[in-house]
């Protein structure tokens, strides 16, 4: 009978590497605050509010009313973005073997990402401007 050969067996790292056990537990996090914060963006977008009532008058008033819609619509698009482009990454992981193009996906996803987040963001602060408004917008009070 012909011997066996003896194969190493795969050695796992004790201990990853720091960034990733914080991406792995920004997942869960994040996955978890998103739930009611989606629905809770469905039930006023869709549920309470007319989607066809929704507008510029609608945003404004929204948003100068309390301060803490901008940042429940912050949270929202940062967390969900965020979650969304970790699991990208992990798709690119999973599937684009070479180490050239996975490097160069994940550096395009992040470039991208955060161009959007810019944007977002940039949007979120700036709000909507009074000269902006159309002239059947009620006024604030």
């Known amino acids: 009978m012909a011997a066996i050969p003896k194969v190493a067996p795969r050695t796992v790292p004790a201990v990853r590497p720091r960034l990733e056990v914080w991406l792995w537990a920004f997942m869960r996090v994040s996955g978890v605050l998103l739930i009611p914060l989606?629905?809770?963006?469905l039930a006023?977008?869709?549920?309470?509010?007319?989607?066809?009532?929704?507008?510029?008058?609608?945003?404004?008033?929204?948003?100068?009313?309390?301060?803490?819609w901008r940042v429940y619509d912050a949270l929202l698009l940062f967390l969900a973005y965020i979650h969304g482009l970790n699991g990208l990454?992990?798709?690119?992981?999973d599937y684009v073997h070479h180490r050239g193009w996975n490097q160069r996906l994940k550096w395009i996803s992040?470039?991208?990402?955060?161009?959007?987040?810019?944007?977002?963001?940039?949007?979120?602060?700036?709000?909507?401007?009074?000269?902006?408004?159309?002239?059947g917008c009620p006024p604030l009070g």
Do not use: E, S
């Open 110 to 135: 992040f470039v991208g990402g955060t161009l959007v987040i810019v944007i977002g963001a940039i949007a979120l602060i700036g709000g909507v401007r009074i000269t902006a408004l159309p002239a």
């Open 89 to 93: 990454r992990y798709v690119i992981d």
């Open 38 to 41: 989606a629905f809770g963006h």
């Open 44 to 68: 006023i977008m869709h549920v309470i509010n007319n989607v066809h009532d929704i507008n510029v008058c609608f945003v404004y008033q929204r948003w100068n009313v309390m301060f803490w």
